[in-house]
């Protein structure tokens, strides 16, 4: 079928709570999505492989309404013209993508077009650049990255892990975002800050630098800026 998707899910009943992972998609056909979803909420996929080298396919592609889907562990590649890594369509979307690749590279890794009404799209370490935010696409992007401290002392010669320190980060408008404690291996545990927020076409809010400060146990403080983006 010159149509044919790899995976499609929704429209019916059973079309909700779907786990799908470990799955290698590669589609040649033209308009030949690799993941369809369309109105199915509360899905998982996780580890799967998706490749798309046809004419105009989106290697993901989200249709109507789709609430609470995640996606982790993705790996989007397409390389043909026209062929995005990921569309969100029209309707509204609330969806999580984390630790994943999107690459198209001769289109956008991520599209967003003119029918979109709304929603919330949350990425975390996912790996993409360009994204085609069609005006008059509404929604709302929140792109954040991983962050890990270690706090140490030298005494002497030795490097000595500091247990029970309290390290806490502010970005750029003094909004602190988190508080944490170091362990006996003088590391936090791995949190999260968002480096933008984009509502719109030209419409971004950028959230570094970021501020970390770690307290050490005689009251002296230790303070760090950091542009944290990919």
């Not at 889907?69 to 397409?78: E, K, L, P, V």
């Not at 043909?80 to 969806?95: A, E, P, R, V």
């Amino acid at each position: 079928d010159i149509n044919s998707r790899g995976i499609q899910i929704g429209g019916g009943s059973g079309s909700n709570f779907i786990h799908a992972v470990n799955n290698t998609i590669i589609t040649y056909n033209n308009d030949g999505n690799g993941i369809e979803i369309l109105r199915s909420s509360h899905n998982i996929f996780e580890f799967n492989n998706v490749n798309c080298f046809g004419n105009n396919p989106d290697c993901l592609s989200l249709l109507y309404d789709n609430t609470n889907n995640t996606f982790r562990n993705m790996y989007i590649f397409s390389s043909s013209l026209l062929s995005k890594g990921m569309l969100i369509w029209d309707s509204n979307h609330n969806f999580t993508f984390s630790d994943s690749i999107i690459n198209a590279t001769s289109s956008a890794d991520l599209a967003v077009s003119i029918f979109a009404t709304g929603g919330e799209w949350n990425f975390t370490n996912v790996s993409f650049t360009e994204v085609n935010w069609i005006s008059g696409g509404i929604g709302t992007l929140n792109v954040h990255w991983y962050v890990e401290a270690n706090v140490t002392e030298l005494v002497g010669t030795n490097t000595v892990p500091l247990t029970g320190r309290t390290v806490t980060a502010k970005d750029i408008f003094n909004t602190e975002v988190w508080s944490v404690i170091t362990g006996s291996d003088g590391k936090i545990p791995r949190q999260v800050v968002r480096d933008f927020k984009q509502t719109g076409t030209n419409t971004k809010v950028v959230y570094s630098n970021y501020t970390f400060k770690a307290t050490h146990s005689d009251g002296r403080n230790i303070t760090l800026s950091r542009n944290v983006t990919k």
